[in-house]
Every structure is written in C-alpha cells, then in structure tokens.
C-alpha cells in the first residue's frame, strides 16, 4: 500500500508542478471525469490484451485528481 500512495503522492506533486491549479469545481470535475474515462477504455480491452500497467496508471491518476480537487477547491483548512 506504502508504493501506491507513494505513487499517487508523486502523481499529484507532478500535477503541482505541470499545471495551475483548478479555476472550479467544473474543472476539477472535468479532469476526474476524462481520467475515468480513460480507466474505462483500458477496462473495455479484452482481458487478455489489456495491460496492467496502463489500468494501474490510470488509477493513480484518477485518485491524484481527485486529491488535487481537494487541494484547489475544498480549501479546508487541516490545522484544526
């Protein structure tokens, strides 16, 4: 579990680094969204030639958008 959160960690702080940060909540909710979808073109491949990897990625990817959702829109403060 320790890897993957590593992995999403770094997703995210890669997001940071590339990109501003989400101008709304339609926004975040369209970058989740169009990485969902990308999930769901790698489950629709045969079981056979779908590759691991890819379904992984675009997990990872999937939770650092939601986690960058949080981070640009929720603006809760975790102090308290």
Do not use: T
Request: aromatic share 8%; glycine share 4%.
């Amino acid at each position: 579990m320790n890897e993957i959160y590593l992995d999403i960690a770094k997703e995210v702080e890669r997001a940071i680094q590339l990109y501003e940060p989400f101008h709304s909540m339609h926004e975040g909710y369209a970058v989740l969204k169009e990485e969902v979808d990308e999930l769901w073109d790698q489950v629709k491949v045969k079981q056979g030639q779908r590759w691991p990897v890819a379904v992984r990625g675009e997990c990872i990817q999937i939770a650092a958008m939601a986690i960058r959702i949080i981070i640009d829109c929720g603006k809760v403060d975790y102090q308290k």
